[in-house]
Nanobody
Framework: QVQLVESGGGLVQAGGSLRLSCAAS????????MGWLRQAPGKEREFVAG????????SYAESVKGRFTISRDNAKNTVYLQMNSLKPEDTAVYYC???????????????WGQGTQVTVSS
């Protein structure tokens, strides 16, 4: 089992950037496909970005393509989400998640962090 802790959220103006980090413990993160998902108030949780075990594959939601980049450093047991050109509609709680098998583009991940708030002001 893996434990996940997100950090790096905060308040930023539209057009700005943030970098989220997800630190894993318990098991090496290289065992899992990793994803970032988000949930805005009153909305369902949605997939944002995912990365395969050895970073050979990445997937993004259409709404963030070209603006967000997911990466992983298995040596540091950490996954990142670089978010550029942020928009007010990106405001949400962002969750890091892991799954040992299955597709990346999903909300059905097995392990979740506690979430970090991202607020983008207009």
């Amino acid at each position: 089992q893996v434990q996940l802790v997100e950090s790096g959220g905060g308040l930023v103006q539209a057009g700005g950037s943030l970098r989220l980090s997800c630190a894993a413990s318990g098991r090496t993160v290289s065992t899992y496909g990793m994803g970032w998902l988000r949930q805005a108030p009153g909305k369902e949780r949605e997939f944002v970005a995912g990365i395969g075990r050895f970073a050979y594959s990445t997937s993004y939601a259409e709404s963030v393509k070209g603006r967000f980049t997911i990466s992983r450093d298995n040596a540091k047991n950490t996954v990142y989400l670089q978010m550029n050109s942020l928009k007010p509609e990106d405001t949400a709680v962002y969750y890091c998640a892991a799954r040992p098998s299955g597709g990346l583009i999903s909300v059905k991940y097995d392990y979740w962090g506690q979430g970090t708030q991202v607020t983008v002001s207009s």
